[in-house]
Every structure is written in structure tokens, then in C-alpha cells.
């Protein structure tokens, strides 16, 4: 399984991205999705995730409103959109893909990880 994730950037606070992860090697439509990220000098952490369809999602407390994980299962991608960036949500951000159909809040059961991409947000 191959995860290549993509739209980190640079932008101001208040501003919008929106990360993308291609996936490839297994049946795409089988699995949870979800999205990590790691800060420096800071473990990494569970920021959204979504089920093998798309309906349901779990969020991160700090990122609950702003960002919205979905899905196109027709074209093996997962996508973050995120709003109203804080400085705090600086990070490289990583796509994972769990051994579950069932969306999750946590790194327990997730076997591929994605490359990471980073996205910086300046005050």
C-alpha cells in the first residue's frame, strides 16, 4: 500500500488548505482513513478520521469545526479540509490508513502511514 499525500503549504492564520492522499495497492473502499499530524518536539497525534464509506467521522477536540475529513472512494483519495488555520496547527501532517472499516481516534490499528506534508501557519 502506497500513501501519497499532498496541498501542505505555507499560510497565514485565519486561512484555508486543503491536503489530499492518493492511496494504492488494496482495495481502497475497505478501510477507515485518517489524518495525523506531528508538530516539532511534539509526538505525533490523531487530528480527523473517517469510515470505509465516508459517514461517519471522528475529530480531534482541536480541530472540531474547522477541519472536515471526506472521502472519493471512486478515486482512492482522502482530503482535510481546513479552515481557519491557527499558528498551533503547524505541522507535517500525515495520511494512515487503519486494518478497519470503522472510523477511529487513534494511532492503534493503523498499519500505513504516508509520507507527510508539511503545513505552516504564521501569525
Known amino acids: 500500500v502506497q500513501l501519497q499525500a499532498s496541498g501542505g503549504g505555507l499560510v497565514q492564520a485565519g486561512g484555508s488548505l486543503r491536503l489530499s492522499c492518493a492511496a494504492s495497492g488494496r482495495t481502497f473502499s475497505n478501510y477507515a482513513m485518517g489524518w495525523f499530524r506531528q508538530a516539532p518536539g511534539k509526538e505525533r497525534e490523531f487530528v480527523a478520521s473517517c469510515s470505509r464509506s465516508g459517514s461517519n467521522t471522528y475529530y480531534a477536540d482541536s480541530v472540531k469545526g474547522r477541519f472536515a475529513i471526506s472521502r472519493d472512494n471512486a478515486k482512492n483519495m482522502v482530503f482535510l479540509q481546513m479552515n481557519s488555520l491557527k499558528p498551533e496547527d503547524t505541522a507535517i501532517y500525515y495520511c494512515?490508513?487503519?486494518?478497519?472499516?470503522?472510523?477511529?481516534?487513534?494511532?492503534?490499528?493503523?498499519?500505513?502511514w504516508g509520507q507527510g506534508t508539511q503545513v505552516t501557519v504564521s501569525s
Open positions: 494512515a490508513q487503519k486494518e478497519s472499516a470503522i472510523a477511529f481516534a487513534g494511532s492503534s490499528g493503523v498499519i500505513y
